[in-house]
């Protein structure tokens, strides 16, 4: 049972823009933690996609975007392709927890 | 080119050790936090270990803490994960990665080394 709440899996046809929700609670997200995104591709190490809510790094494409609200984030992907196939995760800093690291527990994204 | 190089996974029995080595390049290793993240197979990611940049400061998750071990040395550029007592439920890949700024985010992720602890 993770802390932050994802949906298990999404998908959307190539060009589609298709979301995914991470869900906290008011110790976490609520609190005014940043939320991370990662995406692991199959059979690869996770890589940054997004930090501090909506930012991207050097060589993420600008069809990723982060945003957050009250007690949750998501992460959208516009203009879809096949390559987006992956796992996500959330990832944000919990203060009700000895160990304040905290990652969602994935969504799949399936392109169909 | 940022690079980090995991290696030291293998087999090894229940109540066993091992020590996991994550040789960084191109950058100043001794500027950055550092982390070890591990994935069970078929699951999702999971924060073990932090070391600061000079290495006078660790954190543990409660599942490791007592036996699993994190340092770093500088003048080789390389984070290390001392694993003793290790369990069946140790079983995954694990990552080294390398802080955004201090801040966990983990910003560059190692290619993984997968431990695998079975009799």
């Known amino acids: 049972q993770s802390v932050l709440t994802q949906p298990p899996s999404v998908s959307g046809a190539p060009g589609q823009r298709v979301t995914i929700s991470c869900t906290g609670s008011?110790?976490?997200?609520?609190?005014?933690?940043?939320v991370h995104w990662y995406q692991q591709l199959p059979g690869t190490a996770p890589k940054l996609l997004i930090y501090?809510?909506?930012n991207r790094p050097s060589g993420v494409p600008d069809r990723f975007s982060g945003s957050k609200s009250g007690t949750s984030a998501s992460l959208a992907i516009t203009g879809l392709q096949a390559e987006d196939e992956a796992d996500y995760y959330c990832?944000?800093?919990?203060?009700?927890?000895?160990?304040?690291?905290?990652f969602g527990g994935g969504t799949k994204l399936t392109v169909l | 080119e940022v690079q980090l190089v995991e290696s030291g996974g293998g087999l090894v029995q229940p109540g066993g050790s091992l020590r996991l080595s994550c040789a960084a390049s191109?950058?100043?290793?001794?500027?950055?936090?550092m982390h070890w993240v591990r994935q069970a197979p078929g699951k999702g990611l999971v924060w073990v270990s932090r070391?600061?940049?000079?290495?006078?400061?660790?954190s543990y998750a409660d599942s490791v803490k007592g036996r699993f071990t994190i340092s770093r040395d500088n003048a080789k550029n390389t984070l290390y994960l001392q694993m003793n007592s290790l369990r069946a439920e140790d079983t995954a890949e694990y990552y080294c990665?390398?802080?955004?700024?201090?801040?966990?985010?983990?910003?560059?992720w190692g290619q993984g080394t997968l431990v695998t602890v079975s009799s």
């Open positions: 990665a390398r802080d955004l700024s201090s801040i966990t985010i983990f910003g560059v």
């Open positions: 191109g950058f100043t290793f001794s500027s950055y936090w």
């Open positions: 070391i600061n940049s000079d290495g006078s400061s660790t």
């Open positions: 008011s110790s976490n997200i609520g609190a005014g933690y940043d």
């Open positions: 501090g809510n909506n």
């Open positions: 990832q944000s800093y919990d203060s009700s927890l000895s160990v304040p690291v905290v």
